[in-house]
């Protein structure tokens, strides 16, 4: 079965300090990961795709197959950060919906 | 990307009567779904709206509360039948132009009060 695992629910920092949003997965295949972000009465959208490879906004997620994890990372938080984080995974193939984590709440404090 | 105009924005309803959300993209987009997101919680997929065929849902989503209609691959509409104050929530259209690991685009959301 696929599943997306975000342990933490809350997650708290100081301004300056570095983040780490861990991210686990269960699936049997190749899939495609992803971290979306809903900041303060905004819509979701995406914030990075692991096949892109591409850093947004200072965040980065690296794909490790061996340890079934995505985890998304930045280096110094910043108070606009704030927001809440998903991780989400698509089957390569096939025409199915994302499989959402349960989502992370990233609160920054000045 | 995919532009994603989701309506009404908000509503009040009162107990027993429906509404319809509507979801409409400006291009035509293979794969559309409906979530319900209760606030700052998750998602929980309630169906995906097929063009041309009945929308197929998840467990514990049934047609006769939630029916779906996707009349063509610009637009779909989610009625929330005989309410009651625990469907009390966001609603939210997705689209997906339906190759294996595409990107999901979100609408803004409903947000559905029912007293």
């Known amino acids: 079965a696929q599943r997306v695992t975000q342990p933490e629910k809350l997650l708290s920092v100081f301004k300056g300090a570095p983040v780490e949003l861990k991210c686990n997965y269960s699936y049997s295949g190749s899939p495609e990961l992803f971290w979306y972000v809903q900041y303060s009465r905004q819509r979701l959208q995406l914030l990075l795709r692991?096949?892109s490879r591409e850093s947004i906004k200072g965040f980065t997620a690296d794909l490790n197959k061996g340890e079934t994890s995505f985890h998304l990372k930045k280096p110094f938080a910043q108070e606009e950060d704030s927001a809440m984080y998903y991780c989400?995974?698509?089957?390569?193939?096939?025409?199915?919906?994302?499989?959402f984590g349960k989502g992370t709440r990233l609160s920054v404090i000045a | 990307s995919a532009v994603i105009s989701q309506k009404p924005s908000r509503d009040i309803c009162q107990r027993g009567t429906s509404l319809t959300i509507q979801c409409q993209v400006d291009?035509?987009?293979?794969?559309m779904f409906w979530y319900r997101q209760q606030p700052g919680q998750s998602l929980t997929l309630i169906a995906t709206?097929?063009?041309?065929?009945?929308?197929?849902?998840e467990s514990g989503f049934v047609i006769d509360k939630f029916p779906i209609s996707r009349p063509n691959l610009t637009f779909s509409t989610l009625t929330v039948s005989n309410m009651s104050p625990e469907d009390s929530s966001i609603y939210l259209c997705?689209?997906?132009?339906?190759?294996?690991?595409?990107?999901?685009?979100f609408g803004a959301g409903t947000r559905l009060s029912v007293l």
């Open positions: 709206a097929n063009q041309g065929s009945e929308a197929t849902y």
């Open positions: 989400a995974l698509s089957p390569l193939s096939g025409n199915t919906p994302l499989v």
């Open positions: 997705s689209v997906a132009t339906g190759t294996g690991g595409d990107i999901q685009y």
């Open positions: 692991h096949i």
């Open positions: 291009s035509q987009v293979t794969m």
